[in-house]
């Protein structure tokens, strides 16, 4: 049994064999080589006033592997000057410390074989997925990048489409100006490549091959006409490309199906975070705190999955003038045991990771 932190997935991970491991379990999701069980929420009220607990657990299997992700996050979410919940914040513990693990068993035998953090893995996993969209949706000599979002999972994203299309020059576009100017120096230096801190998302856009939307964002990151002939566009989280966007498409494919299909009842609210669902604990006054989905509000379209794309259960790019549209949610459980697989490989390989007995972890009680 390995414990594997941050710092070793980050040395034994390298972004191309992350999307080439991803693909291959999508992939085997139409044999059923691969499964998952999408990701559940469950919502408590916490010790803050304005704030909920909400745990999130997802699994999937494939190769041999079997991965558990777990999620403990104290949410909240700020509302703009329009009232709109804009966006969330999470923590765990206090502002600026998070929990979030990967269980790693065997399916051969079922043994425990490592406990990850899942900071790096989390990040590697998203932007290794944009850029299995991107290989299949974009133009193949895109060569112009717009990011609209400056942290993370942004530079998890052009480091992962730099693998899959010849990106030459960025433009990146954050609120805060000296966010966008730090990522655009960093990603120049790591990348060898020109990226520009532009002022306005629409500018980030026009002019740009792919799009990348990487925020928090519970609000659309941009408006329809901005859309260009052409365009790929990815995104981050849901909320960032509205019906309204959706409709502009000419191909959009998603991920993979990560809504469980359960009414509400006995606990169970599909409204809840936005309409994310979830089961929730709390009084009428508590849930105050937390965002519900309008009734009103349209909702996304059903988009085919990425599964349908290589099956050829639907048509993919067959046009330079088409708008495409990959939505980077769904398959969430496949992600860590596809990823969380290779690292494990890795670090038996290299000697690497802190080891415990197994044994600690089994018991001659049946359960």
């Not at 990487?214 to 365009?231: H, N, V």
């Not at 549209?325 to 038996?348: D, I, P, R, T």
């Amino acid at each position: 049994m390995l414990i594997i932190n941050n710092e070793i997935v980050e040395q034994t991970l390298d972004m191309q064999t992350c999307i080439d491991v991803q693909e291959a379990a999508f992939r085997g999701l139409a044999s059923r080589a691969s499964v998952l069980r999408p990701r559940i929420d469950v919502y408590a009220p916490s010790q803050w006033e304005d704030s909920y607990f909400r745990w999130g657990s997802t699994e999937g299997a494939c190769n041999g592997f079997f991965a558990s992700r777990i999620k403990s996050d104290i949410m909240s979410w700020p509302k703009n000057e329009k009232g709109e919940v804009a966006n969330q914040n999470k923590f765990c513990v206090k502002p600026g410390t998070y929990c979030g693990l990967v269980y790693l068993f065997s399916t051969d035998n079922g043994e425990p074989l490592a406990i990850m953090n899942d900071g790096i893995l989390q990040h590697m996993r998203v932007g290794g997925a944009a850029a299995i969209g991107a290989k299949y949706l974009s133009r193949d000599n895109s060569e112009t990048l717009g990011m609209i979002g400056s942290g993370g999972m942004a530079c998890s994203y052009l480091e992962a489409i730099k693998c899959v299309r010849d990106i030459k020059r960025v433009k990146v576009f954050s609120r805060n100006p000296e966010n966008r100017d730090i990522y655009a120096k960093k990603m120049s230096r790591e990348l060898e490549i020109e990226v520009t801190p532009v002022e306005t998302a629409h500018e980030a856009m026009k002019g740009s091959d792919i799009v990348c939307s990487c925020t928090d964002s519970m609000i659309p990151t941009f408006e329809a006409d901005w859309l260009e002939p052409g365009m790929f566009v990815v995104n981050l989280n849901d909320f960032e490309v509205g019906p309204g966007q959706i409709n502009y498409f000419d191909i959009a494919i998603r991920q993979g199906n990560e809504k469980i299909k359960l009414p509400d009842g006995d606990g169970f609210m599909n409204a809840i975070g936005g309409g994310t669902g979830g089961y929730v604990a709390g009084s009428d006054k508590e849930l105050e705190r937390v965002p519900f989905k309008n009734p009103s509000e349209k909702a996304h379209h059903l988009l085919p999955c990425f599964v349908d794309l290589v099956s050829g259960n639907v048509p993919g790019r067959t046009s330079d003038d088409q708008i495409t549209y990959y939505e980077n949610q769904g398959n969430n459980g496949l992600q860590f045991a596809s990823c969380g697989g290779a690292v494990y490989l890795k670090c038996k390989e290299q000697g690497l990771g802190n080891e415990i007995p197994s044994e600690w972890f089994l018991e001659d009680i049946r359960n």
